[in-house]
């Protein structure tokens, strides 16, 4: 009975033992070693906080500082328009610029601001004047019947930028030169375009011509005076825009013996009407175009076809380089490029 009553008991001990082993397990699982059973609360799962696409709409006018007031150009005592912002001349007014891709660089870069062709007309809300500029007509004070001036007035807009007076304009001229975003030759040939749409008034110091490197006899010049004696129009010369520097070195080795280094001229002509060749620097003022283009075709029919100069027998002639394939259009442009570089 006794071995009973222990088997009993042992059984009844046991049992109770498991179950507080179960229970201290399950506490020590959910509640760990404190007494705050903090760890039983169920768990938060946290994830990551996804990327926000960034805001596309102005901020709110109160959250915003207004810029302090610019002005689009301050006014020299001569009374031409120049930029707000600081900067000399760069490196485009030496440069020949063509106008054909003056174009496409404008509608690529400038259209969108100032419309097509420099038309304007776009708002500019927050400006004096809510608009953008027109470039055609541009404001006449910027017009200068010297090319090298009217680019420079140009060329430090383009260079530096500009900001428009008013208290909070939407858009700024860009600083294309300074954030290089237009190379030099670039910014040459934007000016090119643009003086091309507004031509400078005719100045009454030249004469426009056709063409020429004739030798004059003292006469008032005309369009027939300058023209060379040999026939023929302007080559393709002069739709290429030439490189100076390139030029120097073909005017040294093919024009040089004739017309003296950099075209200073006072090289003996036995036989022609003043004795001389003539000096391409300073050239005949009646050659001088304010135009490139005109400026160009006068010196490029001399060069592609050649004249004789006036006089009983003349020693030496122009040769033409064009015709002859002595000179390619390229090397043409250069040399015509170099000796407007000359006489600016």
Known sequence: MDDFRKI????????????VVWVGFLTISGCGFTVSCLGAQPKVERTSIPTLIPATLPAPARFVQAPPVAQTQSVSTGGIARPSNPGGVGQA???SGNADLGRQIFAANCAACHAAEGKGGNPNPGSADGTIPALNPI??????????IYATNLDLFIEHGSTPAGPSP?????????KSALQPQQIADVIAYLISLNPAPASTSSVPTAAGMQQMTGAAPNVEDMRPSNPGGPGAAITLTGNVDAGQQIFAANCAACHAAEGKG?????????GTVPALNPIHTALV??????FATNLD????HGSTPKGVNPTFQMPA??????????????VIAYIISLNK
């Open 289 to 294: 175009d304010m135009d490139y283009t005109t």
């Open 170 to 178: 939407t858009f700024q001229m860009p600083a294309w030169g300074d």
């Open 301 to 304: 029919l001399f060069i592609e």
């Open 93 to 95: 007014v030496n440069l």
């Open 8 to 19: 009993i008991y042992g059984t009844l001990i046991a049992f109770l033992a498991t179950i």
């Open 266 to 274: 006072g090289v003996a002509n036995p036989g022609s009407a003043d």
């Open 321 to 334: 380089w064009g015709d002859k394939g002595a000179l390619q259009p390229q090397q043409i442009a250069d």
């Open 139 to 148: 404001d006449s004070t910027l017009i200068n019947t010297d090319y090298k």
